[in-house]
């Protein structure tokens, strides 16, 4: 996969410092990436971007072992937040965990939630490294915003917070919920999606999901989805009918080489 | 992962034999699976399914190392194949491709095409493993029909021998297309989802969609989506606008075990 999407710039970035200065700082995981992963001399011209500040060219002043420094440039975009959009999972296994937290990064998520259920493993979820699947999706991805990853919250707690009204639309496999297309004509942005385990959730939890008014069960169609499939679904559909999914792409491709 | 949805059942497997007969013979591979890795004995009941005869019940009749036989119960569906959906990829990096084909199965494609563009490296591609991956999908999401796949065609020949008037489906990142949801508000199944190689489609292939009838460019919002990640969104929101995302459910889920 290219670093970046735009044949000008040799990669795009996320940095947490403030963009409107001459200079700044990177770190030193970014420093090596850029110095001894993608192999960039002093000059090479990169892309820099958070959400405070938009996004800006940028270019590689000084490169040392412990740390490299940017010289800030022009602004290329103005900021711009995602608009709302949760998905709360209960941690599934590794591979499957991280493909997840990429394609939803992809898919335009503000907020994931983790979320620990009764056949949930917390053992194999390492918040940190969600996050830097999350930053590097994001880079990748054109956003100007990385998804907030929050802290992992009890299933009961989860929908006793709840921040009302907002919808929580779960899948539904016995047939319970309104097919999803049609719940979403009934539905307007921010929403929720919430995905299970793998081995489900738990009768008294289904139970508790029941009991509650902001929970909107949705059939998927006639197949059982895997859990990171049903997420991936579910929040490309919310986009294409009531999310951002009509906006225009942030970046115009160039042509790519023949 | 459990190996079957129905906890009355040990597996669900897919087998190719006639299945209105009073016994069939497994092949080798099957047999194993059964015998060594679910450690299932003699008489263990497990459900069988293929395109032409629906899904049957079956007992473990004898169990040997050559190859176990099923005694065939009674019918638990009728047949049923899933409605045409097509998808047309060229092949990406293996991780991915197995995650895609698996996640295309679960959602219903009916035949899934590799496709040879100037970017794709086809070394990488098994068919017989994607064949692997479709079947074990088809198992595990309760489909009753295995996707076709289709001998890899080269680009150009694809879109020369089209089989018109189906809709071919196709991310576009440069703003050149209507967004997705207001696309398919203009289109009926059965539709087909093209999805290029990592480096992207060589100009000239470009030119040469542009210049099809059959061709929709659709905007998939204002992030750019990895191969993949666009494959699966695309068909998630053409089941669940256009194809049988309003089916119920074909598994009635027993509430989970607490």
Redesign the interface.
Known sequence: ??PT?DPRMAARLHVDAPLDGREIALDEARSHYLRNVLRLQPGARIAVFNARDGEYEASIAAAGKRGSRLAIGARRREPAAEPELWLCFAPIKR?RLD?MI??AT???VSRLVPVVT??TNMDRVNIERLGAIAVEAAE????LSVPEIAAPVDFAELLAAWARPRPLIVG????GGA????ALSDLRAPVAVLVGP?????????ELLARQDFVRRV????????AD?AA???L??V???I???????????A????
């Open positions: 996969l290219m999407n591979a493909a990429e394609k992809e898919l335009g009764q056949h990748q991805s054109e956003r539904d496999e016995t047939g097919p999803i297309g049609a793998e081995g489900g959730f738990a009768r008294r939890e289904i059939g998927l169609g006639p197949r059982i989805l895997k499939t991936i679904a579910m490309a559909i986009q294409a009918m999310g951002d999914g009509a906006a225009p792409p942030r970046f115009i491709a042509d790519a080489a023949s």
